[in-house]
């Protein structure tokens, strides 16, 4: 995990839970958002990166960004197939998103009922209908 400082991480974390425990701190934490970025920055522990994962404590309010890794790794959250779709569409705007992706943007209030459910009709086609493409 070259790269990857969990002390730094949870130097950085602490501070910033009520918990002064990081297990029982990591559970404060919930994902609010992520972004990719073509520009280089570093993930509090330490790490370059490109994919960052901004999350809000719930019990203090505090905000920050970990990378990919770090929210994977050590706070449990899982968005590999999120960044997986988000990266399809950037290489590709007329790909179709992924389970992961139209989850997380329902969730944040991206999408209306129709375009979620249009959205989830067509993830898995590879050609889109007359129709469906006006």
């Known amino acids: 995990m070259e790269g990857h400082n969990f002390e730094r991480l949870k130097a950085h974390i602490l501070p910033r839970s009520v918990a002064q425990e990081f297990n029982a701190a990591r559970s404060e934490w919930d994902l ?3 972004e990719m970025s073509d520009e280089p920055d570093h993930c509090p522990c330490g790490q370059q990166i490109f994919e ?10 505090s905000e920050t960004y970990v990378g990919n890794v ?7 959250i899982d968005t590999g197939n999120l960044f997986d779709g988000l990266k399809r569409i950037r ?3 007329s790909a179709n998103a992924n389970e992961s992706l139209i989850e997380y943007a329902r969730r944040n209030g991206f999408l209306f009922d129709k375009e979620y459910q249009f959205l989830h009709s067509t993830k898995l086609k590879r050609k889109l209908s007359g129709p469906q493409l006006r």
């Open 32 to 34: 609010m958002y992520v």
């Open 70 to 76: 770090c929210i994977n790794r050590f706070l449990g």
């Open 52 to 61: 960052h994962c901004y999350i809000r404590n719930r019990l203090t309010r």
């Open 91 to 93: 290489d590709d705007p």
